[in-house]
């Protein structure tokens, strides 16, 4: 799984959640990171955890890149966004959830999303 969080103390309680629930976790702060470490992975994460800024050109960037790469072209992206204006999912995630996530609805959707392996 890999985790996208600009802010570090966040980044590092997602990571360390899903790495409790027994889930291997890669985690970096920005999307062009994020292309970075997908490029030199033998094989996708099962699920991309991002947190997205709709007003951020580079979020959307990424999600159209990650689309048009082949090992990631069916990777699940769930979303996370403190973004009040942003009420849908995205064009290339699966599921949008507001900030501050409760646990269990964050867990909820890995679990839901996340492809098996």
Known sequence: MLVVESYDDLREALAAL?????????S???????LDVLG???HSPALVLLSLMLRNPEDQRFLSR???LD???RLPVLALTADPDLQAPPAGT???????VRTEV???AVD?????H
């Open 71 to 73: 090992l990631t072209s």
């Open 18 to 26: 899903l790495v409790l629930e027994g889930y291997t976790v890669l």
């Open 40 to 42: 030199r992975l033998p």
């Open 106 to 108: 964050l867990l909820a």
């Open 94 to 100: 699966v599921c949008l959830l507001g900030k501050p």
């Open 112 to 116: 839901r999303y996340r492809t098996r």
């Open 28 to 34: 970096v702060a920005t999307a062009t990171q994020a």
């Open 66 to 68: 990650l689309r048009n």
